[in-house]
């Protein structure tokens, strides 16, 4: 399996655009996490589904964040509208079977998004 | 969730035995103790899990005393390539909580 793939891998965008972020799941796997990390508050859970259902957003830093998971193999994150202090870095992470253990997180390359 | 304080980072020469240990003292009985390593610009590796006792992968082992509030990760002959930050992370399911972590750098 090629893991979890992220897209796009760098984006450099302005204040006030939309930003969307892509995700493909290893295949099989069941559940489906959203990450932020920066240097000042680390590593953060966004937002993470189970079987495609969004099980808890309280991650989630404010209305303009929002995610999606039309289906197992594919979820977006998206930024409406960006603003500087989003620049940081994004993980996706998937876990499920052959080991079935939720703690057991496999992560993208995940995408560095810079907001000017 | 419970906190987990370990130190913010570690020094080490190649061929020595490192110890990192992680202290959790609100852990809960059904929450597990894992570990994961993270090189820069890559996502967390998960590394290995525990509950009680001692765990042993390829990779590293896990120790964990009987009153479980505190966790060490043993990683055996360190080399240059296991410098990283190595997170401990308590909990169950799905939510894992991630501290900031105890950088180890491997020196020659």
């Known amino acids: 399996d090629a893991g979890v793939i992220q897209s796009p891998r760098h984006e450099v965008t302005e204040m006030g655009q939309e930003v969307t972020l892509r995700c493909k799941p290893i295949?099989?796997?069941?559940?489906l996490f959203w990450y932020r990390q920066t240097m000042m508050r680390g590593l953060e859970l966004l937002i993470y589904f189970n079987n495609n259902v969004p099980i808890d957003d309280s991650g989630m830093p404010e209305d303009r964040f929002s995610a999606k998971m039309p289906n197992a193999s594919f979820s977006t994150l998206k930024i409406q509208p960006s603003e500087p202090r989003d620049s940081a870095v994004y993980f996706c992470?998937?876990?499920?079977?052959?080991?079935?253990?939720?703690?057991?997180?496999?992560f993208g390359p995940g995408t560095r998004l810079t907001v000017t | 969730l419970a906190k987990t304080t370990q130190p913010i980072s570690m020094d080490s020469y190649e061929g020595q035995e490192v110890n990192i240990t992680c202290s959790h003292n609100?852990?809960?009985?059904?929450?597990?103790i894992t570990w994961y390593q993270q090189f820069p610009s890559q996502g967390p590796r998960f590394i290995i899990q525990g509950y009680k006792t001692k765990v042993t992968n390829e990779v590293a082992s896990l120790f964990i005393p009987a009153d479980r509030k505190s966790s060490t990760l043993s990683l055996p002959r360190v080399s240059l390539s296991d410098t990283a930050v190595y997170y401990c992370?308590?909990?169950?399911?799905?939510?894992?909580?991630f501290g900031q972590g105890t950088e180890l750098s491997v020196k020659p």
């Open positions: 992370l308590v909990g169950q399911g799905g939510k894992l909580i």
């Open positions: 609100n852990i809960a009985t059904n929450d597990y």
């Open positions: 295949s099989g796997h069941n559940s």
């Open positions: 992470a998937s876990s499920g079977p052959p080991s079935g253990r939720a703690y057991e997180q496999y």
